[in-house]
Nanobody, 121 residues
Framework: QVQPVESGGGLVQPGGSLRLSCTAP????????MDWYRQAAGKQREWVST???????TYADSVKGRFTISEDGAKDTVYLQMNSLKPEDTAMYSC???????????????WGQGTLVTVSS
């Protein structure tokens, strides 16, 4: 059913690293990319990063150079490697399948439940 499930969140000190995982069984057999979003308490959800169906990666300016998105097709998993974490990166991180914007799209849009990242000393 291509339902994303996130993992890897936790508490980390400023300057530290975490790797988030988003596993969505079957998504690599469809025309899916994957997006990461985050929502901090009291703030609107913001887009963080995308890996497209064709493997193109894009990042929000606020994380560029610190976060890296990648995919392991054999595991139907997308990773978000987060380095040099800052307190302002504290948020609930969620992944979402990214349908191909084409008439040949086969990817349903599905959200995961999220994983909490807290950056604090």
């Amino acid at each position: 059913q291509v339902q994303p499930v996130e993992s890897g969140g936790g508490l980390v000190q400023p300057g530290g690293s975490l790797r988030l995982s988003c596993t969505a069984p079957g998504f690599t057999s469809l025309t899916c990319g994957m997006d990461w979003y985050r929502q901090a308490a009291g703030k609107q959800r913001e887009w963080v990063s995308t890996i497209s169906f064709t493997g193109i990666t894009t990042y929000a300016d606020s994380v560029k150079g610190r976060f890296t998105i990648s995919e392991d097709g054999a595991k139907d998993t997308v990773y978000l490697q987060m380095n040099s974490l800052k307190p302002e990166d504290t948020a609930m991180y969620s992944c979402k399948t990214a349908p191909l914007r084409s008439s040949v799209n086969t990817c349903p849009e599905k959200w995961g439940q999220g994983t909490l990242v807290t950056v604090s000393s």
